[in-house]
């Protein structure tokens, strides 16, 4: 999820996890959101990376959260 302002804007994912698999039969899994951050908006702007201009923002702590999920997936690094 992006820009999530409150707690309660997390129960989408619920939502898009019951909606992937009941539309598309996909079984997919939540690992992590992004919060509303003003400061992605002042990277964009001076055109430099969020992560490098504010590397202790809101955002960038889920970022590494996300990318640590990402890590430990079994099934996203699998070989086919």
């Given at each position: 999820?992006?820009?999530?302002?409150?707690?309660?804007?997390?129960?989408?994912?619920?939502?898009?996890?019951?909606?992937?698999?009941?539309?598309?039969?996909?079984?997919?899994?939540?690992?992590?959101?992004?919060?509303?951050?003003?400061?992605?908006?002042?990277?964009?702007l001076?055109?430099?990376?969020?992560?490098?201009?504010?590397?202790e923002?809101?955002?960038?702590?889920?970022?590494?959260?996300?990318?640590?999920?990402l890590?430990?997936?079994?099934?996203?690094?699998?070989?086919?």
């Open positions: 999820l992006n820009q999530v302002r409150h707690d309660r804007d997390l129960k989408i994912s619920d939502a898009m996890v019951q909606a992937a698999q009941k539309y598309f039969g996909i079984s997919i899994e939540f690992i992590g959101y992004l919060p509303q951050d003003t400061k992605v908006q002042q990277a964009i001076s055109r430099e990376p969020y992560l490098k201009s504010f590397p923002g809101d955002a960038a702590s889920q970022i590494q959260n996300i990318c640590q999920q890590m430990v997936l079994p099934k996203f690094w699998k070989e086919k």
